[in-house]
């Protein structure tokens, strides 16, 4: 364990990226999130009037990448970030060493740059790219998981998000096998794992681990209510609505996303503070309510599609479920670590405040693109709001990323 205090620094520098895993992994989380945007957002402009920006088409098809981009290389950095500070916490074991994680956000931010070099027009920076992000990952994962067999005891939310990453490798190998030849199915596969079986869990397992836990130290007579038979129940309806969709049956995904959707519910409604509540805990739980509504129009959709053969919502569920509850969460969750590993008070600030509401316009507007007129300028233009909402936040919190915290402590 790297137990040396940090030196202090009187300006900027990147050596305080790796003071402490999340400094790196949010840093390079934030620089892959704008790059991954930039690029989708002047790609759907110049699918909606090509004269204007004629974008290169890059194989695989623009869309996939997206995906791929996304649940593979940008949020895992995030994803990353957060595990490797509190896997060690939750498990009562030393911090990493320094040098367990830079191969980790090398592999991730490495990985992103060269596959959007390639969607670009460098075609073998795609493959490059995911050579990349592999590494990045089983570094990752070669990090996360001795702590499992180390611990004395049963970290369940730790066994829980690990299983979602591995799923999450599971779902690269696909993405590879694809890569090499293999059917687009395995493209397919790839990105419904991404989400059902990597992002989806993982969020909701530190949902149930994390937002109780806030909630009892700042709202007065709360309860912390943490089940483990939410995350016991969670877990095969998810695969259950994986399945579903590998083998397209869109017509009964409800079976899976009705009972889902109770669970969420209750979740939300259980977990809900009803005392006075500052912003920074708020989030959360206003974030968390997009996940039920995703799940809503999922079910909605699979319901309409048995008794209609009409897929009538189109992306629609899983803008709700991607911008709505992965990218509000992700500011309220990015937020509060930064805040309180920066030295800093536990308060929204103004510019994260501005993200959260920003996003929650953005994800209503790319949800009804789904069924406005002129889709495809409203997808654009969610894209770009996506952006101006994005820029700001992550200009603050990469300037906090480089500095000493605020309080004189190391980390």
């Given amino acids: 364990m790297d137990t040396h205090p940090a030196p202090a620094l009187s300006s900027l520098s990147p050596k305080a990226l790796v003071w402490a895993p999340h400094r ?37 098809y623009a869309g996939w990448m997206h995906a791929f981009v996304m649940q593979y290389q940008m949020l895992p950095s995030f994803i990353f970030g957060f595990l490797l500070t509190t896997f060690p916490k939750w498990m009562g074991q030393p911090d990493f060493e320094r040098w367990r994680f830079p191969p980790v956000g090398l592999g991730l931010f490495g990985g992103q740059l060269a596959t959007l070099l390639g969607v670009m027009g460098w075609e073998v920076g795609i493959t490059v790219g995911l050579w990349l992000t592999l590494g990045g990952w089983a570094a990752g994962l070669a990090t996360l998981g001795p702590l499992l067999w180390r611990e ?39 990105i419904k794992m991404g989400t ?15 937002f109780p836990f806030f909630a009892g130290n700042v709202v007065k007579g709360y309860v912390a209510w943490r089940p483990l038979w939410l995350l016991a129940v969670a877990w095969p309806l998810l695969m ?82 991607f911008i709505g509850f992965f990218g509000s969460v992700l500011i309220a969750m990015v937020t509060r670590v930064t805040q309180g590993h920066s030295g800093r008070p536990m308060v929204m600030p103004g510019v994260a405040w501005y993200a959260f509401w920003a996003i929650q316009a953005v994800a209503v507007v790319r949800v009804f693109a789904e069924v406005m007129p002129d889709g495809p300028a409203w997808q654009a233009a969610a894209a770009v ?14 300037r906090i990323y480089l500095a000493p915290r605020a309080d004189g402590r190391p980390g």
């Fill in 24 to 60: 790196l992994m949010f840093f390079i989380g934030s620089s892959n999130l704008l790059l991954a945007m930039l690029w989708w957002a002047l790609w759907l402009v110049g699918t909606r009037w090509p004269a204007l920006l004629p974008m290169h088409q890059p194989q695989p």
């Fill in 152 to 190: 004395r005891g049963t970290t369940w939310h730790a066994r829980s998000a690990f299983a979602g990453l591995v799923l999450g490798f599971v779902g690269m190998l696909a993405w590879l096998g694809f890569m090499l030849g293999a059917s687009p199915m395995w493209a397919f596969v790839s």
């Fill in 196 to 210: 059902f079986g990597l992002l989806l869990p993982v969020y909701f397992t530190v949902a149930h681990r994390m």
């Fill in 240 to 321: 259950l609505h994986l399945a579903l969709e590998l083998v397209h049956a869109y017509g009964w995904l409800w079976v899976a996303d009705v009972p889902l959707l109770g669970l969420f519910v209750l979740a939300l409604w259980r977990w809900w503070p009803r005392g006075e509540a500052p912003r920074i805990l708020s989030v959360l739980f206003i974030g968390l309510a997009w996940l039920p509504v995703a799940v809503a129009l999922y079910a909605t959709q699979s319901i309409g599609y048995l008794l209609t053969g009409v897929y009538m919502l189109g992306r629609a569920p899983a803008h709700a479920l």
């Fill in 385 to 398: 709001g996506w952006l101006l909402a994005f820029v700001p936040w992550v200009a603050r919190i990469g």
